[in-house]
């Protein structure tokens, strides 16, 4: 008989920190760096009576362990039945001998984890004196990404801007109790954007909602919203004009911010400046000056999933934390 | 905050019947013939350096729930540090709102579905009077199919093979305190399928080692064991001349026992008599006489483990079985 440990989205967010969650995150891209673990190829299922999506992403992470994200998205939920959008798990398996370690709620895990992997894009690419933040999306990743840049910036304000005006509203008296800085609700991309020194978007559209002209030199863009085929919140003339690198080269290509570009042949493969794992390991190098557009096209990666649950299982593990269960 | 059901592999043993997963089973096929649900790609990752495979089935059936199998395959782990060689977990996903309903043990799930799919197999292919049964394989899948066959034809005799013969020494004690029929070891392959009605192959080979000329008239086989690139166990021929049913024409098609007779040329899609489902659903005849050689060629579907668990679940909650946890 074996013994797995459960882990509740509460347990999981007692455990990690922001400043753990970017350290694990950072680690994933450091071993995407080495080739030292492998990314399966997404699944992704749609439930089309119902309008519900159900992903698996998975792959491992050497020195951490086998990790598989199943993960539904039902976006009417809320409105039609008061649910989560967002329901599914992580299970993590023992590299050596596969055995089922842990099993977590992985909502959680996906906001930080998603946010954690915007703030390095920011780390590694935007001005060093960035300190405005313009965010598209009050959601769940719009107070997410903040919440991370927080950790590796100093931030001044941020303006966020939702198609829903109410959520806005919440999300501006909500991170205004949080932290220091200046939040304000912007009328418009346009409005949000006018100062901004980082971009963030995080919605979930799909079509261009921010527009070339509109963008100055020396920004940094953070693209997150975008990770399936047909999303696409950028005008596609931003992409073909910055500085592009990837959180990963194949699943962007197909996935993510760029794919318009891609298709429409403003964006080659060779356009590409870097995967964002070169720039941590300083194989290639990063922002070139203070003029330069750089765009971080995030699509999330299963090793992010994985080194930042594992991280929870083992401080779990340490501080007596989560339900073990008998499995096997 | 949501409460998931945990399902210990005892847990769900206590639960279903062999005649419950033969039940459901069956209804996997009917939504199968009926396109009521889908298969996602099954992802297979290698775990290279510690000759280890995670492998992901998914999809969904409607009137029970989205599924997904995460399961791992150690071959060497019984040896080595005497762990089972399958570990891993289904959770189950509510089709209308995606929330997860419950996760629970996957071996044993994976193992007695199969024995199912295989008897069903032999209901819908076998003559009517098969009684006599050689099994090639004296591990789990060896034992799952003789306890399947038993609740669907009357068994008059097991003659069982293994490479291994204190495996199969094994098997003769374990299955004849269980079973009021007779079991005995064979030396080989050839004299094991001597007489029988039914050949089960259930071994984890990768080459052919039951050849065309032992094979007699009127046999049915069920090849098991072939269910990833590069498995086989039959000779090509006997695929070439006997009618084949497949469980999955995809599945089977890539992965399955008749892989290597279609690569070779032996074998065309066109040559397929029937998915089983169609043959269940009465949609295409079943064996035509008693001199016909007939091959189920089983890879296994997640739809399988869908409905099995699902009814697992259904019948935990009617009983008050298993472990209530936090999750979300």
Redesign the interface.
Known sequence: ??KVL?L???DVKNLLSMRDVISAVEDAFRSHGRRTM?L??I?L?L?D??E?E?E?K???V?DYS?G?K?L???KH?QP??G??AL???I?L?A??????LA???A?YITSVRTGAAGALGAKYLARKNSENVAVMGAGMQGRSQVAALNEVLGIKSVKVYDVDRQRAVDYVAEMTAKFDFKIEQADSPRTAIRDADIIVTATPSNSPYVLNEWIQAGVHISAIGADSPGKQELDPAIVARAKVVVDDMSQCVERGEIQTAIRLGLLGRQDIHAELSEIILERKPGRANDKEITLFDATGLAIQDITTSYRAYRLAQERGIG?T????
């Open positions: 008989m074996s459960i509740s989205a509460s492998k399966a190829p699944t299922t439930i009576k119902f519900g159900h698996i998975s792959g491992y050497e086998i598989t199943v539904t998205y039902y939920n039609r039945y649910l989560p329901s599914g798990i299970v398996h590299l050596k001998d596969g055995q089922v099993v977590m709620d909502g339900t269960c008998e499995l096997g």
